[in-house]
């Protein structure tokens, strides 16, 4: 069994190889996958054909064994997940160049899985587009059918786009934040800084061994104090902390396991629970951080109407909160940055590459005569 990751077998060599070679009691087991998806909740199920009732069925022997061969990728696996991204990089990096007010969000969708398709032979995005401008950056999951990336894009809006491109199987999921004219507002300005900072220091924190948990309440720290600075909010970061205030402006969890899922799965094993806390129950992964795990990173201050509103309610949080400077921010939307990481044995390899810092971002999106990274 413990060999299993190392051959990477498939499931039906796997079974084919063990149903010949183990003891004769075995011989007549027919072991299939059956188990829980902990991230999305839906139950795998096994495969069944006619004549199946012939075998001894086992169906809830293979699915932590397979959890586990795909929690920590193989060097060839990795190697995939570095074109992903180096692919989707610089699919960003074309968007980056192309958006400018008057266009569609649809259209900087469009773009794209355009290049992925064209110059990565990636004919399927990890997942549906999330094209966020203005204040439809604020909602996390926009995109879906319900919300088509159909907006036309304002001079002044702040761009939220979460796209990732597929090669055979392997995810890749990246987010960019950029103002829609190139050029950063001071109020736009220190809220991406802010996630910058906030995004940075989870990355020099990560290590094998760390818990995940951690780095999400670590994320949480860097927002408050930054958004103390901003003078959105006032008094003690620690007492924010035990008032859950870090889940107002960031009420997804921090990152997730990636690989052949784009929310891969293993991120809790059984026995495992997440912490009913919030924010802290919406992280995908509950596992201390083991080597050879791809992982994502993404921090994220966003301004929802509907939270801010039950924080101002709450007297335990509303006392922190200056609502006369968090005004100006409403409608302002979120900004989101996110990478993909693998873990190695002293610290990660950073697999996303595209422009990061404010200073980045608006010399690249202002030189039009700026070549895209080759492709190898």
Known sequence: WSRINEQHYFIPKYISFHLHNVSEMLESILVLQRGLNT?????????????????????????????????????????????????????????????????????MESLFQHYCYTKGGMRHTSYTCICGTGHNSSVLHYG????????????????????????????????????????????????YEAVLKSSRTVMAA??????????????????LEELVKVGILNGSVEEMMKVHLGSVFMPHGLGHLLGIDVHDVGGYPEGMERINEPGLKSL?????????????????????????????????????????????????????????????ATGIELLTCVPRTVEEIEAFMCDSEKSLSPLV
């Open 284 to 344: 995908r992964m509950g596992r201390l951080v083991q080597e050879r795990m791809v992982l994502t990173v993404e921090p994220g201050i966003y301004f929802i109407n509907h939270l801010l509103d039950q924080a101002l309610a709450n007297p335990t949080q509303s006392c922190f909160i200056n609502n006369q400077q968090l005004a100006r921010f409403r409608g302002f939307g979120g900004v989101r940055i996110e990478d993909d990481v693998a873990v190695t």
């Open 39 to 107: 991230d999305s909740g839906s139950t795998c199920r096994e495969a069944s054909f006619e004549g199946i009732s012939r075998f001894q069925v086992n169906n809830t022997l293979l699915h932590p064994v397979i959890v586990e061969c795909r929690l920590t990728k193989t060097d060839m696996e990795l190697e995939v997940l570095r074109y992903t991204n180096r692919i989707s990089s610089e699919a960003h990096k074309m968007v980056m160049k192309n958006v400018k007010p008057g266009k569609k969000e649809y259209e």
């Open 144 to 191: 879906h059918a319900g919300a088509p990336n159909d907006k036309t894009i304002r001079d002044g809006d702040m761009c939220l786009f979460d796209m990732g491109g597929e090669y055979y199987c392997y995810s890749s999921d990246i987010t960019c934040s950029f103002p829609a004219n190139g050029k950063f507002t001071p109020d736009q300005k220190v809220i």
């Open 206 to 223: 990560m290590k094998p061994g760390v818990k995940w948990t951690e780095m999400h309440r670590l994320a949480d720290k860097v927002h």
